[in-house]
T-cell receptor, first 116, second 113 residues
């Protein structure tokens, strides 16, 4: 997990509230991904960026979800307004760059979101 | 549309057994395939990556094979240990042009001491 820092690790919020999840890649990379994991649907790709530019957002469930990557060291996933069905673990992952093992998908520890 | 399936969904074995986890994909035109391990409450850790041109990769007690023509990959774990207990997921990268990975739903492994 050392390559990607996610915050918060746990978030409990009420339906209708805005939620912002954060991702800080520590190591160099070319691509950054946001995934969502639930028991019912497994791991789903929401969006991914290449050199800070969104490449494929076809997995973003609806307009309530948005993601940004203002620079190579920071990305956010925002849900506004949140709904109970958004409850899941959200993972950030990176790949690419020049370091050894850069072609391996490296995940953060995840942010567990519970929407009441 | 690429679909990745892992069978069985759960597996329980006594310590010391050799075991095989299966991963099937519907479209054989993949670029590579990765096997991951996920411990409860943690992120995924990459175990092995096999390029489409390779047949297998080995790391310690782990050996992963890839048969593109049949749409299958297997993860072989030798001499299993209680510390191997985790969920194992495979993921297929669709092509060189995209970094899109399609994940299987995983096999939850429990190795009994």
């Amino acid at each position: 997990d050392a390559g990607v820092i996610q915050s918060p690790r746990h978030e409990v919020t009420e339906m209708g509230q805005e939620v912002t999840l954060r991702c800080k890649p520590i190591s160099g990379h070319d691509y950054l991904f946001w995934y969502r994991q639930t028991m019912m649907r497994g791991l789903e790709l929401l969006i991914y960026f290449n050199n800070n530019v969104p490449i494929d957002d076809s997995g973003m469930p609806e307009d309530r979800f948005s993601a940004k990557m203002p620079n190579a060291s920071f990305s956010t996933l925002k849900i506004q307004p949140s709904e109970p069905r958004d409850s899941a673990v959200y993972f950030c992952a990176i790949v690419g760059g020049r370091a050894p093992g850069a072609n391996v998908l490296t995940f953060g520890a995840g942010s567990r979101l519970t929407v009441l | 549309k690429q679909e990745v399936t892992q069978i069985p969904a759960a597996l329980s074995v006594p310590e010391g057994e050799n075991l095989v986890l299966n991963c099937s994909f519907t479209d054989s035109a993949i670029y590579n395939l990765q096997w991951f391990r996920q411990d409860p409450g943690k992120g995924l850790t990459s175990l092995l990556l096999i390029q489409s041109s390779q047949r297998e990769q080995t790391s310690g007690r782990l050996n992963a094979s890839l048969d593109k023509s049949s749409g299958r990959s297997t993860l072989y774990i030798a001499a299993s240990q209680p510390g191997d207990s985790a969920t194992y997921l495979c993921a297929a990268r669709l092509s060189l042009a995209t970094y899109k990975y399609i994940f299987g739903t995983g096999t939850r492994l429990k190795v009994l001491a």
